[in-house]
């Protein structure tokens, strides 16, 4: 009876499991790219607290019990956005509309005279909930991608150009989950021996903590060498880094001119592409040299397709409204504060990132 409890127990985390893999690796890149696009062409707060919205509906729908440690992350990054409300109102704020009057300090001249208080108002209020709510947003869809994909299957689908930027990435991705997983481990070790777990037992907690740290970093080097990612550096050639690195600083400039200097549209917009291009160029190189063996390629299933597709849809929709100016994707709350636009297109382009839903009801059943 106690076997048959536990198989039973153990069911709907196996479902929602399946659901959660249910898409490839390559949907989902596809998922957080769009996202990210979207938000960050977008300065509606309507439409980015749409956004945000709908990727915690994601997170919730692929979330899995093992995944409570992200749900801290998550957390985090919502407080850390809010703190920088008060921050922004109590570095000078502009408006037309005073909400309160706050105690001012001007800083000297040779400080560059910054006013620490004053009137708030509430264009700025809104203009700082707009950047809070893009900081939420950012961090909900990094969050949900990072409990949806298998980190070893996202490796393999790095294109062998970019190989030593996949491993980075991916163990930056595992990073933060680990080290909460083991301080979470060593809070209960010590409260199991009946030490008290508060500030004062932080050394004892942190010493422990760097120790594994470093032990299971010289692992996880010995793991991808041996696995042959230590072969994927190869020679070093001069010549590609250093076109890769002026095309860069290009590409900075230029698009440093393109914002802030409108008599030099066209030029700083034909650097910026030049500039793109040569990065792209250095990569498509390094790629050709590349080689990877597969023993088998994972079939793209129709969903990814629906889901891919999608997401860049919605990309495509506000990249074009943002070029024509359509769609009130746009917002400014200064100098005086008005509703924000509120259309169909932007709003229909916010909705598709919910497709994910779709793939884990059909999972599911």
Known sequence: MTMQAAIVSAQPARSRHDAASALSELAW?????????????ISNPLYIGLIMC?????????????????????????CVALMTVPLNLLTGTTGATAL????????????????????VTAESLVYALTHVAAIGAIV???????VSVDHFKLLKRTPPGLAQLGVIVTISLLLVPETLRRV????????????????????????????????????????????????????????ETLAALTSLAAAGLFSFLYF?????????????MLGVFGVLGVGWRQARRARTTRLFRERISTMDWIVGGGSIGAAALIVTCRALGAGGVTFLPFPSLTIPSFQVVPVT?????????????RARR
Request: proline residues 6%.
């Open 29 to 41: 890149a596809a998922w957080l790219a769009a996202g990210l696009i979207v938000v960050l062409l």
């Open 54 to 78: 709908c990727a915690l509906v994601v997170y919730v729908s692929q979330r899995t019990p093992e995944h409570r440690l992200v749900d801290l992350l998550l957390l985090g990054g919502m």
């Open 100 to 119: 309160l009057e706050l105690p001012s300090v001007t800083l000297p001249g040779w400080l560059a005279s910054v006013t620490f208080g004053g009137t």
């Open 140 to 146: 909900a869809l990094v969050c949900t991608f990072n």
């Open 184 to 239: 979470v481990t060593l809070r209960e070790s010590r409260i199991v021996r009946g030490y008290p777990f508060g500030l004062r037992s932080l050394p004892g907690v942190l010493l422990p903590l760097l120790a594994e740290a470093l032990e299971r970093s010289v692992q996880r080097a010995e793991s991808l060498d041996a696995r042959g990612f230590g072969s994927l550096a190869g020679r070093s050639r001069p010549a």
């Open 260 to 272: 802030y200097y409108p008599s030099w549209h066209f030029a700083s917009a034909v650097g910026l």
């Open 349 to 361: 382009a916010c909705l598709l990132l919910l497709s994910p839903i779709l793939v884990t009801r």
